[in-house]
């Protein structure tokens, strides 16, 4: 997932600064850019969905096992811009299993503004854009998973570990 984010991210920069292929030069080239860059994304975010369809469903399950409150769910360190681990991926599942009918909907349902509240969060994004369309209209738990752990297995283990502990109050 790691490798497939950092690919999409360094051949969509790369792209951005006018580097390699253009489309008038050397078309070829250019699309086979473009296939390897949502190739790239398409595995990022489909593995980074498949875990956090995982872990929510382990921390749903911890959260029922430690009989923990909403708000412990809530307040439950560490924090990810201002949000819990457990809403961060219990929003990211929600956007795994559900993205296909964000991108349908002209107006969002509360269920889906409060998933998209924290993914907006996370992402520094606002929740609707200037036309009142949702701006999250597409599958973005790679995005969400490189911003949490920065790509790393040790970072991605203390959050996670750290979360579940502290939800279940062994610190």
Known sequence: MVTAARTCESLSEARARGEGATLSLDPQRYHETTDFIVEAELVSATL??????????????????????????????PLVANFSVGEVFSAAANNFRHYDEWAASRNPSGQQLASMKVLGGILGMPIQLANGLPTIRSNVCGQILMRLCQGEMESFHQLCVGFAKSLAKYE
């Open 48 to 77: 980074a969905g498949s875990i956090s369809v995982i872990l929510n469903s382990l921390f749903q399950r911890l959260k029922q096992d430690v009989n923990a409150s909403e708000s412990a769910w809530r307040s439950a360190s």
